[in-house]
């Protein structure tokens, strides 16, 4: 077996017969500009040594690089098989299949052989995570990226698949905005310190050998976010915190390192690595906000949003929902406009003059027409940080734009997928632990 890491979420396994790239997101930003990585540009041009899978554990373009596979040939595309969780919409599935790829979805806590002495087993974690269980060459290596994994419940019904494992990769900073903007650093300060706790709350149940920091190699790189990097985890934060407070063995990797997964190594060169790599990406320059759209754009977009999710759900159930405050209405600060717009499901979005009555969230409009623009809209700006307001004001924000984000997990809002949603009591807690209704 040998192990190769590339960036950020990204690594392969492979022995003898297979490879298994793991979300390749190797150049350029993500999430509207919100995010760079630590090192760019990193190349992956195996195509064609040996039987090739792609795991991709969400959507989010940070593992899901739609730019990295339109950069693969069409003749090595027919060759690739990509595997992804199964989901209720098969978007995903659709759009690679056109691509050119061959896609396997794999039910949930489905185990498949891919090839001899390989396999995989992906389990999911509401919203839209996945982690992945590879098994090769008698080897166990845990993928738990971005999952949320802040219980030891949570990780102990992970090991009723996993067992023990040899190796865990998971992530070790924040990677979305926190309360208490730009002058309120402890905010930051403290969820980067629970999510070194979360890595001992997997490394005690799971007992891994090994573990490998990763998913976390990137910066805040636009003005109105770069705030946000100063208190992020380094890689040697994170190695010193696994020596110091877990059983198991601290593994950081660079970029084309390969490992056999047995091996021990001191560390030292790798953090020096990537100090140095920190260093240089955060003196980079920061991205600028590329275009200002006037009122009429943004209400246009907006409309057009309200089109889309309107065919595609029960108008008169959203409308209800939003008279009874569950979708409350928006009033948001449009910073190059210098104006304040009003939006409500049932009304449309309206610009009013003056000042607000209450404080309200503050964005750019090449922001709020992005939100309105993508389904995904709303989920980029959450984890992107390019807005201002309160911990309230942002679990508002999610509250309104909701239908966005369950209709790009597949969901839909009817009467019927009412009562199916809340058969799906995981996805529940997860949402109401979002907007902040439950812990």
């Known amino acids: 077996m040998n192990i190769q890491f590339f960036s950020h979420a990204c690594f392969s396994l492979e022995n003898d017969n297979a490879l298994l790239l793991n979300d390749p997101y190797l150049s350029g930003t993500a999430f509207n500009d919100g995010w760079d990585l630590i090192v760019n540009d990193i190349v992956f041009d195996r195509f064609s040594e040996k039987r090739l899978f792609i795991y991709y554990s969400h959507e989010h373009p940070d593992h899901f690089s739609i730019p990295f596979l339109k950069k ?17 919409d098969g978007r995903v599935k659709t759009f690679l299949e056109k691509e050119g790829f061959s ?27 996945s982690w992945a269980l590879i098994e090769v060459d008698g080897r166990k290596i845990l993928n738990t990226n971005d999952c949320i994994l802040e219980t030891p419940d ?24 926190v309360e208490g903007g730009i002058e309120n650093s402890s905010c930051r300060a403290s969820l980067a310190s629970e999510k070194l706790d979360r890595i001992k709350i997997q490394s005690d149940n799971l007992k891994p050998s090994y573990i490998v920091p990763f998913a976390s190699m990137v910066r805040f790189c636009h003005t109105e976010n770069s705030y946000m990097n100063d208190e992020i985890n380094t890689p040697k934060q994170t190695v010193d915190f696994i020596e110091s407070n877990t059983k198991s063995n601290a593994f950081l990797m660079v970029p084309y390192e390969n490992w056999d997964g047995k091996s021990l190594k001191n560390n030292q060169s790798a953090i020096e690595f990537w100090e140095k790599a ?28 309200r089109s889309r999710v309107n065919k595609r759900n029960n108008k008169l159930l959203i ?22 717009i009003n939006f409500s499901w049932r009304k449309g979005l309206d610009i009013f003059n003056g000042k ?53 997990t597949g969901r839909y809002i009817s009467f019927l997928g009412l009562v199916t949603t809340f058969a799906d009591t995981a996805f529940i807690k997860q949402g109401l632990r979002t907007i902040g209704l439950v812990r």
Do not use: H
């Open 278 to 305: 920190y260093e240089n990406a955060l003196k980079r320059p920061l991205i600028v906000p590329k275009k200002s759209y006037d009122f009429a754009e943004i209400k246009l977009a907006s409309d057009e949003m």
């Open 154 to 177: 949570r990780v102990k019904d992970i090991k009723k698949i996993t067992d023990t494992v040899d190796i865990l990769f998971t992530q070790f900073s924040y990677a979305n905005w």
């Open 356 to 408: 607000s009555d209450r404080q309200c969230v503050e964005m750019t409009s090449e922001s709020l027409y992005f939100l309105f623009k993508f389904d995904f809209g709303i989920d980029s700006l959450n984890v992107n940080a390019r807005f201002k307001g309160s911990l309230a004001q942002k679990k508002s924000l999610i509250r309104t734009f909701s239908p966005l984000v369950l209709n790009n």
């Open 319 to 340: 409308y209800l929902l939003d008279m009874f405050g569950l979708f409350p209405n928006q009033e948001i600060r449009i910073t190059d406009l210098n104006c304040f």
């Open 72 to 88: 693969i040939k069409s003749e090595n595309r027919k060759d690739i098989t990509i595997i992804f969780q199964k989901t209720r």
């Open 103 to 129: 896609v396997l979805e794999l039910l949930n806590r489905e185990r498949l052989e891919i090839s001899k002495d390989f396999f995989i087993t992906i389990g999911q974690v509401p919203f839209y995570d």
